[in-house]
Protein backbone atom coordinates (compact mmCIF):
# COMPACT_ATOMS: atom_id res chain seq x y z
CA UNK A 1 0.00 0.00 0.00
CA UNK A 2 1.20 3.21 -0.77
CA UNK A 3 2.22 5.88 2.37
CA UNK A 4 1.08 9.12 0.90
CA UNK A 5 3.16 11.91 3.20
CA UNK A 6 1.42 14.00 5.88
CA UNK A 7 0.84 17.44 5.47
CA UNK A 8 1.77 18.38 8.78
CA UNK A 9 5.17 15.62 8.94
CA UNK A 10 6.60 16.38 5.46
CA UNK A 11 5.44 19.03 2.56
CA UNK A 12 3.71 17.57 -0.15
CA UNK A 13 4.16 17.94 -3.79
CA UNK A 14 1.48 20.58 -5.43
CA UNK A 15 0.49 20.99 -9.04
CA UNK A 16 -1.61 23.20 -10.75
CA UNK A 17 -4.31 20.38 -11.26
CA UNK A 18 -4.90 18.96 -7.51
CA UNK A 19 -4.14 15.29 -7.00
CA UNK A 20 -7.26 15.12 -4.76
CA UNK A 21 -10.38 17.24 -4.40
CA UNK A 22 -12.95 16.38 -2.04
CA UNK A 23 -16.74 17.88 -1.95
CA UNK A 24 -19.63 18.71 0.05
CA UNK A 25 -22.75 18.03 -2.34
CA UNK A 26 -25.13 20.74 -1.00
CA UNK A 27 -28.06 22.39 -2.64
CA UNK A 28 -30.15 19.84 -4.12
CA UNK A 29 -33.30 20.57 -1.94
CA UNK A 30 -33.24 23.98 -2.83
CA UNK A 31 -32.88 23.56 -6.19
CA UNK A 32 -35.46 21.23 -6.25
CA UNK A 33 -37.23 23.57 -4.53
CA UNK A 34 -36.74 26.90 -6.58
CA UNK A 35 -38.17 24.71 -9.25
CA UNK A 36 -40.85 23.93 -7.14
CA UNK A 37 -40.05 20.29 -7.69
CA UNK A 38 -39.57 17.05 -4.68
CA UNK A 39 -36.59 17.24 -2.80
CA UNK A 40 -36.00 13.92 -4.38
CA UNK A 41 -35.98 15.60 -7.93
CA UNK A 42 -33.29 17.90 -6.57
CA UNK A 43 -31.15 14.51 -5.39
CA UNK A 44 -32.05 12.81 -8.72
CA UNK A 45 -30.30 15.81 -10.84
CA UNK A 46 -27.24 15.70 -8.39
CA UNK A 47 -26.89 11.76 -9.28
CA UNK A 48 -26.12 13.96 -13.06
CA UNK A 49 -23.90 16.24 -11.73
CA UNK A 50 -21.78 13.60 -9.97
CA UNK A 51 -21.85 11.93 -13.26
CA UNK A 52 -20.51 14.91 -15.17
CA UNK A 53 -17.81 15.87 -12.30
CA UNK A 54 -16.39 12.07 -12.24
CA UNK A 55 -16.10 12.55 -16.32
CA UNK A 56 -14.79 15.84 -15.63
CA UNK A 57 -11.98 14.43 -13.25
CA UNK A 58 -10.66 12.16 -15.46
CA UNK A 59 -10.86 14.43 -18.60
CA UNK A 60 -8.56 17.28 -16.41
CA UNK A 61 -6.29 14.61 -14.58
CA UNK A 62 -7.44 15.00 -11.28
CA UNK A 63 -6.31 11.08 -9.46
CA UNK A 64 -8.81 11.19 -6.35
CA UNK A 65 -11.98 12.82 -6.20
CA UNK A 66 -13.92 12.16 -2.84
CA UNK A 67 -17.61 13.00 -2.92
CA UNK A 68 -20.02 13.94 0.53
CA UNK A 69 -23.45 11.39 -0.32
CA UNK A 70 -24.54 11.04 3.09
CA UNK A 71 -23.53 11.82 6.27
CA UNK A 72 -23.67 10.08 9.52
CA UNK A 73 -25.73 13.04 10.60
CA UNK A 74 -28.61 12.92 7.75
CA UNK A 75 -30.21 9.98 9.42
CA UNK A 76 -31.96 12.93 11.04
CA UNK A 77 -33.90 13.40 7.78
CA UNK A 78 -37.72 13.06 6.95
CA UNK A 79 -37.76 8.84 6.81
CA UNK A 80 -39.12 9.23 3.65
CA UNK A 81 -36.43 11.19 2.09
CA UNK A 82 -33.76 8.99 3.74
CA UNK A 83 -35.15 6.06 2.25
CA UNK A 84 -35.67 7.82 -1.18
CA UNK A 85 -32.39 8.38 -0.96
CA UNK A 86 -31.08 4.92 -0.07
CA UNK A 87 -33.17 3.60 -3.35
CA UNK A 88 -30.91 6.00 -5.47
CA UNK A 89 -27.67 4.89 -4.17
CA UNK A 90 -28.74 1.28 -4.63
CA UNK A 91 -29.84 2.31 -8.20
CA UNK A 92 -26.80 4.21 -9.43
CA UNK A 93 -24.54 1.44 -7.92
CA UNK A 94 -26.50 -0.72 -9.76
CA UNK A 95 -26.53 1.31 -13.32
CA UNK A 96 -23.19 2.73 -13.26
CA UNK A 97 -20.88 0.53 -11.84
CA UNK A 98 -20.10 -0.91 -15.54
CA UNK A 99 -19.60 2.12 -17.17
CA UNK A 100 -17.09 2.85 -14.41
CA UNK A 101 -15.32 -0.03 -14.87
CA UNK A 102 -15.00 0.45 -18.01
CA UNK A 103 -13.42 3.70 -17.60
CA UNK A 104 -10.91 1.95 -15.07
CA UNK A 105 -12.42 3.99 -12.13
CA UNK A 106 -12.32 2.51 -8.60
CA UNK A 107 -15.03 3.08 -6.45
CA UNK A 108 -14.77 2.42 -3.10
CA UNK A 109 -17.15 3.45 0.13
CA UNK A 110 -15.96 5.17 3.22
CA UNK A 111 -18.46 5.52 6.10
CA UNK A 112 -19.94 2.55 8.39
CA UNK A 113 -21.55 0.68 5.85
CA UNK A 114 -22.85 -2.21 8.27
CA UNK A 115 -26.06 0.43 9.04
CA UNK A 116 -27.37 0.25 5.60
CA UNK A 117 -30.00 -2.65 4.72
CA UNK A 118 -28.26 -5.80 3.41
CA UNK A 119 -29.58 -5.07 0.18
CA UNK A 120 -27.26 -1.36 -0.41
CA UNK A 121 -24.74 -3.49 1.48
CA UNK A 122 -24.31 -6.17 -1.41
CA UNK A 123 -24.70 -3.74 -3.80
CA UNK A 124 -21.57 -1.72 -2.27
CA UNK A 125 -20.04 -5.00 -2.22
CA UNK A 126 -19.57 -6.44 -5.64
CA UNK A 127 -19.40 -2.69 -7.07
CA UNK A 128 -16.22 -2.10 -4.84
CA UNK A 129 -15.03 -5.57 -5.61
CA UNK A 130 -15.80 -5.46 -9.41
CA UNK A 131 -13.27 -1.63 -9.49
CA UNK A 132 -10.61 -3.03 -7.38
CA UNK A 133 -7.92 -3.88 -8.99
CA UNK A 134 -8.50 -0.38 -11.59
CA UNK A 135 -5.82 2.24 -12.03
CA UNK A 136 -7.57 5.08 -12.74
CA UNK A 137 -9.77 7.86 -10.72
CA UNK A 138 -10.18 6.66 -7.52
CA UNK A 139 -13.81 7.66 -6.40
CA UNK A 140 -14.66 8.01 -2.91
CA UNK A 141 -17.95 8.06 -1.99
CA UNK A 142 -18.75 8.81 1.92
CA UNK A 143 -21.91 7.46 2.86
CA UNK A 144 -23.14 7.01 6.64
CA UNK A 145 -19.68 8.88 6.48
CA UNK A 146 -18.51 11.49 10.16
CA UNK A 147 -15.27 12.62 10.15
CA UNK A 148 -15.43 11.68 14.17
CA UNK A 149 -16.46 8.48 13.61
CA UNK A 150 -13.40 7.84 11.06
CA UNK A 151 -11.08 8.86 13.84
CA UNK A 152 -12.51 6.94 16.53
CA UNK A 153 -12.83 3.69 13.80
CA UNK A 154 -9.15 4.32 13.56
CA UNK A 155 -8.08 4.53 16.69
CA UNK A 156 -10.03 1.25 17.35
CA UNK A 157 -8.79 -0.21 14.72
CA UNK A 158 -4.77 0.85 15.33
CA UNK A 159 -5.06 -0.59 19.52
CA UNK A 160 -6.38 -4.15 18.09
CA UNK A 161 -3.27 -3.99 16.07
CA UNK A 162 -0.76 -2.39 18.64
CA UNK A 163 -2.40 -2.85 21.80
CA UNK A 164 1.05 -2.19 23.45
CA UNK A 165 0.14 1.82 22.79
CA UNK A 166 -2.95 1.49 24.91
CA UNK A 167 -0.23 0.71 27.69
CA UNK A 168 2.06 3.48 26.45
CA UNK A 169 0.30 6.52 24.56
CA UNK A 170 2.50 9.11 24.83
CA UNK A 171 4.39 6.73 22.02
CA UNK A 172 1.36 7.02 19.53
CA UNK A 173 2.25 8.81 16.63
CA UNK A 174 0.51 10.37 13.67
CA UNK A 175 1.45 7.45 11.24
CA UNK A 176 0.13 5.03 13.88
CA UNK A 177 -3.32 6.26 13.42
CA UNK A 178 -3.59 7.52 9.61
CA UNK A 179 -3.04 3.65 7.85
CA UNK A 180 -6.43 3.07 9.82
CA UNK A 181 -8.12 5.95 8.69
CA UNK A 182 -10.94 5.50 5.81
CA UNK A 183 -8.86 7.90 3.26
CA UNK A 184 -5.21 5.70 4.01
CA UNK A 185 -5.21 5.20 0.15
CA UNK A 186 -5.36 8.07 -1.11
CA UNK A 187 -2.77 11.48 -0.72
CA UNK A 188 -4.80 14.35 1.61
CA UNK A 189 -7.12 16.45 -0.34
CA UNK A 190 -5.70 19.47 -1.90
CA UNK A 191 -8.89 21.07 -3.09
CA UNK A 192 -12.42 21.28 -0.51
CA UNK A 193 -15.21 22.51 -2.72
CA UNK A 194 -18.50 23.16 -0.52
CA UNK A 195 -22.05 24.17 -3.89
CA UNK A 196 -25.28 25.53 -1.92
CA UNK A 197 -23.65 28.59 -0.06
CA UNK A 198 -22.66 27.08 3.38
CA UNK A 199 -19.14 27.52 4.49
CA UNK A 200 -18.83 25.11 6.68
CA UNK A 201 -16.81 21.18 6.78
CA UNK A 202 -20.16 19.52 8.55
CA UNK A 203 -18.27 16.08 9.88
CA UNK A 204 -16.73 15.65 6.68
CA UNK A 205 -12.44 14.88 6.77
CA UNK A 206 -12.17 16.13 9.44
CA UNK A 207 -8.38 14.88 9.71
CA UNK A 208 -7.51 14.98 6.09
CA UNK A 209 -8.12 18.53 5.58
CA UNK A 210 -5.55 19.66 7.84
CA UNK A 211 -3.84 21.56 4.98
CA UNK A 212 -6.51 21.97 2.37
CA UNK A 213 -7.90 25.16 0.46
CA UNK A 214 -11.29 26.06 0.84
CA UNK A 215 -13.78 26.52 -1.75
CA UNK A 216 -17.04 27.65 -1.98
CA UNK A 217 -19.65 28.63 -4.03
CA UNK A 218 -23.63 29.50 -3.94
CA UNK A 219 -24.60 27.66 -6.86
CA UNK A 220 -26.16 24.38 -5.92
CA UNK A 221 -25.27 21.00 -6.86
CA UNK A 222 -27.40 19.80 -9.30
CA UNK A 223 -25.59 22.43 -11.75
CA UNK A 224 -21.91 21.49 -10.85
CA UNK A 225 -20.27 20.35 -13.75
CA UNK A 226 -16.58 20.95 -15.72
CA UNK A 227 -16.76 24.84 -15.98
CA UNK A 228 -17.28 24.77 -12.48
CA UNK A 229 -15.25 22.76 -11.67
CA UNK A 230 -12.51 24.53 -13.75
CA UNK A 231 -13.18 27.53 -11.65
CA UNK A 232 -12.45 26.06 -8.11
CA UNK A 233 -9.17 25.10 -9.70
CA UNK A 234 -8.56 28.30 -10.92
CA UNK A 235 -8.97 29.68 -7.40
CA UNK A 236 -7.36 27.04 -5.98
CA UNK A 237 -4.37 28.01 -8.08
CA UNK A 238 -4.31 31.50 -6.77
CA UNK A 239 -3.75 30.40 -3.32
CA UNK A 240 -0.55 30.12 -1.77
CA UNK A 241 0.21 26.67 -0.42
CA UNK A 242 2.74 27.55 2.48
CA UNK A 243 2.24 24.35 4.66
CA UNK A 244 3.70 26.21 8.06
CA UNK A 245 5.75 28.32 6.05
CA UNK A 246 6.41 31.95 5.37
CA UNK A 247 5.75 34.04 1.94
CA UNK A 248 9.12 34.72 2.15
CA UNK A 249 10.49 31.23 2.03
CA UNK A 250 8.62 30.24 -1.11
CA UNK A 251 9.79 33.00 -2.76
CA UNK A 252 13.44 31.48 -2.68
CA UNK A 253 14.00 28.99 -5.17
CA UNK A 254 13.60 25.40 -4.19
CA UNK A 255 17.33 24.47 -4.90
CA UNK A 256 18.25 27.06 -2.32
CA UNK A 257 16.15 26.74 0.72
CA UNK A 258 18.08 25.97 3.71
CA UNK A 259 15.81 23.36 5.89
CA UNK A 260 15.95 25.36 9.04
C1 LIG B 1 -27.25 17.70 0.11
O1 LIG B 1 -28.24 18.54 -0.41
C2 LIG B 1 -27.24 16.42 -0.58
C3 LIG B 1 -27.36 15.19 0.00
C4 LIG B 1 -27.51 14.98 1.45
C5 LIG B 1 -27.39 13.98 -0.81
C6 LIG B 1 -26.34 13.91 -1.87
C7 LIG B 1 -26.72 12.88 -2.83
C8 LIG B 1 -26.56 12.96 -4.17
C9 LIG B 1 -25.93 14.10 -4.85
C10 LIG B 1 -27.08 11.90 -5.02
C11 LIG B 1 -26.38 10.59 -5.01
C12 LIG B 1 -24.91 10.59 -5.00
C13 LIG B 1 -24.14 9.53 -5.34
C14 LIG B 1 -22.67 9.61 -5.16
C15 LIG B 1 -24.71 8.30 -5.89
P1 LIG B 1 -29.47 18.97 0.52
O2 LIG B 1 -30.54 17.95 0.38
O3 LIG B 1 -28.98 19.17 1.92
O4 LIG B 1 -29.89 20.32 -0.12
P2 LIG B 1 -30.48 21.60 0.66
O5 LIG B 1 -29.39 22.10 1.57
O6 LIG B 1 -30.75 22.56 -0.46
O7 LIG B 1 -31.72 21.16 1.36
Not at 76 to 82: F, G, H, I, L, Y
Request: hydrophobic share 40%; net charge neutral.
Amino acid sequence: MTVHPSSTIEIPETGSIPQHVAIVMDGNGRWAKQRMLPRVAGHKRGVDAVRRTVQACCELGVKHLTLFAFSSENWRRPADEVSLLMRLFIRVLRRDVESMHRENIRLKIIGDVSAFEPELQAAIHSAQALTASNTGLCLNVAANYGGRWDIIQATQKMLASQPALAKSPELIQESDLAPHLCLSESPEPDLFIRTGGEQRVSNFLLWQLAYTEFYFTPKFWPDFGLDMLNEAIASYNQRERRFGRTSEQLSVPPELRLSS
